[in-house]
């Protein structure tokens, strides 16, 4: 009597089925938003990159900077010369004054 | 005397005059003003003119407004066209500017180009002296700086961009760095101490020869009465072009003028800018260069004359501009920054600041 068995194991078969099919699914969908993500990240990077490497290309108001990074000084203030002016009775070599 | 390969015109070392053997000095015009260089050991001073020379057109061939073909003028033709890739060297220039108007608050600040054009020093100082008559034209209004703040600058990629109407105007500070570059690099190269001079502003590198650098002090860096004497200043006459003989005119004359203070200094920079030289006559004014990038105007007459010594003659500069700037507000200022200063009054008076040692104090 193997006709009444028959249908059961038919909708076992079928429910399996799109069990599968419903997992490979899910599969694809996190996969396929994964991907979407790196690409625009990876896209937001190099769009930046480039946009900061190439000459005639408007910089970012944030990212323009006024002076240097060696400006060394800027920090400590103006430097002064290891020692201080001392007076002299000999004939001065030069000369300073405004031009 | 003696003439050195490269042209400038020298003094001898003095050896039969002194136990310690005098440093080589050559004299030449360059930027628009006059170039002394002394050197220590007078046997390499020919290689340190070398390099000197080398610096300096170099620093007028990236940095000076009054040639179209520099660099900075291509730069601020291009103001509101984008950024605009720049030298090594005019990235430095640039950024010793900007460092100089964030540490002056903007005292001293490089977008008062317009404002000094609109007054009239819009070529050469020679050909603005030699306008006729008498060097008058319609006054124009002042026009305040658009302010250090708006130069965009990319110290990273050397992009400079500047917004429309503006124009950088890198002049003294521009000059003093190639003061400091030449120094350090003749210093380097020959081995032994160098100083070089750029109309007044000086920068000393390596060992300095016995007694330290004297330095006369002045209102004119040119003036016979500050105690040495020139006569090769580009106003005044022809610059140096190849062997010369010396003449009596041309030497360096050592002469202690009263009431001109001589001071040694061993390393770094001095400096000292003035409002009674480079003048011209506007409007029924009398002008100079020294521009309030506030007002766009001649700052009120406070100071005559402003010495500074420190670490660099940029700092040096840097600190003498400002002080005329600031005028009455000056030796707060520079009470605050700590430098050894010396200000004399529109009516004489001096005032000496920090370690700068009173007038006649050795004498």
């Not at chain 2, 001073?45 to 291509?74: G, H, T, V």
């Not at chain 2, 002042?142 to 109407?165: F, H, K, N, S, Y």
């Not at chain 2, 007459?301 to 500069?317: L, M, Y």
Request: charged fraction near 20%; charge should be neutral.
């Amino acid at each position: 009597m193997p006709l009444p068995e028959q249908p059961a194991a038919a909708d076992r078969s079928v429910r399996d089925a799109v069990r599968r099919r419903e997992r490979g699914l899910r599969r694809v969908g996190t996969t396929t938003r994964w991907v979407a993500a790196a690409a625009v990240a990876g896209t937001a990077v190099l769009g930046a990159g480039y946009a900061h490497a190439l000459p005639g290309v408007a910089l970012p108001t944030g990212s323009a900077a006024h002076g240097s990074g060696t400006r060394t000084g800027t920090s400590g203030g103006l430097q002064p010369a290891g020692q201080a002016p001392a007076p002299t009775a000999q004939a001065p070599q030069t000369q300073s004054g405004a031009s | 005397m003696s003439t050195t390969s490269a042209g400038a015109r020298t003094a001898a070392p003095a050896s039969t005059r002194s136990a310690h053997v005098e440093p080589a000095t050559a004299v030449f015009s360059a930027l628009g003003t006059t170039a002394v260089l002394l050197t220590a050991d007078p046997a390499r001073a020919d290689d340190a003119l070398l390099i000197l020379r080398a610096e300096l057109a170099a620093i007028d061939a990236a940095c000076s407004r009054f040639r179209p073909d520099s660099e900075l003028s291509r730069a601020n033709t291009a103001a509101d066209t984008g950024p605009v890739p720049v030298s090594a060297l005019l990235a430095e220039a640039v950024e010793v500017a900007l460092r100089a108007a964030e540490l002056t608050d903007g005292a001293v600040d490089p977008t008062v180009g317009p404002a000094v054009v609109a007054l009239g020093y819009d070529r050469t100082f020679a050909e603005v002296a030699a306008r006729l008559p008498e060097n008058t034209g319609p006054a124009t209004a002042p026009r305040p700086a658009a302010g250090w703040r708006t130069v965009r600058w990319d110290p990273a990629l050397r992009l400079l961009r500047l917004p429309a109407g503006t124009t950088l105007d890198l002049g003294a500070t521009a000059k003093a760095l190639a003061a400091d570059r030449a120094a350090r690099r003749a210093a380097a190269a020959v081995g032994c101490g160098v100083l070089v001079n750029l109309g007044g502003d000086l920068s000393a590198a390596g060992e300095p020869p016995y007694g330290g650098w004297r330095v006369a002090i002045a209102d004119d860096h040119a003036a016979p009465e500050g105690g040495w004497r020139i006569g090769t200043a580009e106003d005044h006459a022809p610059p140096c072009t190849g062997l010369q003989p010396p003449t009596t005119d041309d030497r360096p004359t050592p002469h202690t003028g009263p009431g001109h203070p001589v001071v040694s200094i061993r390393d770094g920079g001095l400096a000292t800018s003035g409002t009674t030289v480079r003048t011209w006559r506007r409007g029924g004014r009398t002008l100079h260069h020294i521009v309030d990038p506030a007002t766009g105007d001649v700052p009120p007459p406070v100071w005559r004359t402003v010495s500074v010594a420190a670490g660099s003659c940029v700092d040096a500069n840097t600190a003498t501009t400002a002080a005329l700037v600031l005028g009455e507000r000056a030796p707060d200022w520079l009470r605050g920054t700590g430098l050894p200063a010396r200000l004399v009054r529109t009516d004489g008076s001096v005032l000496s600041l920090g370690a700068w040692p009173a007038d006649g104090g050795d004498r």
